[in-house]
């Protein structure tokens, strides 16, 4: 498995405000992924960060509300700018991993973090 | 039509008890699926993958039904600790993007 963490864990902002949500692995990895999950709802893909190139957005959800960063192979970030009540969720990253001896990869998680849009 | 579909319960069952969930998946190329548990207000956490017929670990087997599109999860001798969201991933292909249900939700009751 790997080793993910996210900053912050959670926060409480206000709406039109911005903010920038940190994720770190233990390892270099290729490819990271932003999810967002409301309440009730199952993993919802925001993008997908690749080192060296823009990020690429699912329908849905565009650079300008969800800018993301990938300066090197460890680390991203992800912002959701302009906030508004609807925003509320979990925002969870996550890499590619093998697991088992046979070769296969799937995804792990970091821990998530909590916004709460006022 | 969602691509990955799941009764969401929740399912209230007994220690020690044996349980089945079912998960249904629309595209018929989908070779590996993954079954993931989620405790509340944390992330999801692999359980365990499902490749070709199915897989065992403990008191887990998932199975794997081409012919019907769907795969299951069941578990026995039921633990409280058991009690959780678990939820049905697709791999659909070369794209690596994972397709999740909505999740089943199960209680363990002493």
């Known amino acids: 498995s790997a080793v993910i963490s996210q900053k912050p864990s959670r926060d409480i902002c206000q709406r039109g405000t911005s903010l920038t949500i940190q994720c770190q692995v233990d390892?270099?990895?290729?490819?990271m992924f932003w999810y967002r999950q409301q309440p009730g709802q199952s993993l919802t893909l925001i993008a997908t960060a690749n080192q060296g190139s823009e990020a690429t957005y699912e329908s849905g959800f565009v650079i300008d509300k969800f800018p993301i960063s990938r300066p090197n192979l460890t680390f991203s970030t992800l912002t959701v700018s302009n906030m508004s009540p609807e925003d509320s969720s979990i925002y969870l990253c996550?890499?590619?991993?093998?697991f088992g001896g046979g070769g296969q990869e799937t995804q792990y998680f970091g821990p998530g973090t909590r916004l709460l849009v006022l | 039509r969602k691509e990955v579909e799941q009764d969401p319960g929740p399912f209230n069952v007994p220690e020690g008890a044996t349980v089945a969930f079912n998960c249904t998946y629309s595209n018929s190329a989908s070779q590996s699926f993954f079954w993931y548990r989620q405790d509340c207000r944390k992330e999801p956490k692999l359980l365990m993958s499902v490749y070709s017929s199915g897989n065992e670990d403990g008191r887990f087997t998932a199975q794997l039904n081409r012919a019907s599109q769907y795969i299951s999860l069941l578990i026995r001798d039921s633990k409280l600790s058991d009690s959780a969201t678990y939820l049905c991933?697709?791999?659909?292909?070369?794209?690596?993007?994972?397709?999740w249900g909505l999740g089943t939700s199960l209680a363990v009751n002493p």
């Open positions: 390892s270099q990895v290729t490819m």
């Open positions: 996550s890499v590619e991993r093998a």
């Open positions: 991933v697709e791999n659909a292909g070369n794209n690596r993007k994972l397709i």
